[in-house]
């Protein structure tokens, strides 16, 4: 079946620092990417999104590149904040037209200021 | 404009009790969800209906079961409420373009579920 791995956290940073959490998956077809943000005391929130190979995620500064080769969407920040504290969940939604979805672990980012 | 809201926000119950959340979303999804998510983080589906079907993970206790009065809510019934069951429950929704699967969720605020 299809899964989802992501890197365990806590991840821990000082504020401004780069940001990478890493996301493999294995799906059959073609599925579309996605990760999420939960912000303590809340709901989960689509920050970015993929739909095919090749294509590049970008929300509030996040990137994530959307690669087959590698079954790969890591998760990327150039300088984060103290406001980006939360926990990342990387998903897939696999082809086919199903809409039942699959999701990482989840990784906790904590940044220091 | 709240998109998919729950109540209650905080459930405190005793074993073996009855209680029910409710979800509704004001998004004219056709695609309801229950997620439940444990100390860790975890996020495990739980159930997924729309008009045609509901889906059922097939690891999740028959104490548990999805009412759907219309195509905007999804409530959830939990009858003999164990220990276990403590966790915070997220209901979603998300339009499915039959045959398209690139669609996102959009989560509740979930409902935190505290059985002693």
């Known amino acids: 079946g299809d899964s989802v791995t ?21 799906a059959t077809g073609y599925p579309s990417l996605f990760w999420y943000v939960q912000y303590p005391g809340e709901g989960l929130q689509l920050l970015l999104k993929a739909t095919k190979a090749d294509d590049k995620g970008s929300n509030k500064g996040f990137e994530a590149t ?6 790969s969407f890591h998760l990327e920040k150039g300088s984060v904040q103290v406001s980006d504290s939360a ?3 990387c998903a897939l939604l696999p082809g086919g037209g199903s809409y039942i979805p699959t999701f990482g672990r989840g990784t906790s980012l904590i940044v220091h200021p | 404009d709240t998109a998919v809201s729950q ?8 074993m073996g009790n009855d209680k029910s959340i409710k979800c509704e979303q004001n998004l004219g999804h056709d695609t309801m969800y229950w997620y439940k998510q444990d100390s860790k983080k975890f996020l495990k589906i739980m159930f997924s209906y729309n008009n045609k079907e509901l889906i059922i993970n097939e690891t999740v206790p028959n104490r548990f079961s999805p009412k759907s009065p219309d195509k905007a809510h999804l409530n959830l019934h939990i009858n003999s409420l164990e220990l276990g069951d403590s966790a915070v429950y997220f209901c979603a929704s998300s339009q499915d373009r039959g045959g398209k699967s690139y669609n996102e969720q959009f989560f509740g605020p979930g409902t935190r579920l505290t059985v002693l």
Do not use: D, W
């Open chain 1, 87 to 89: 926990v990342y969940f």
């Open chain 1, 6 to 26: 992501q890197m365990e956290g806590p991840v821990t940073l000082s504020e401004e620092a780069f940001l990478t959490i890493n996301c493999t998956y294995t």
């Open chain 1, 66 to 71: 959307y690669r087959k080769e590698t079954t």
């Open chain 2, 7 to 14: 109540t209650p926000k905080y459930l405190v119950t005793q």
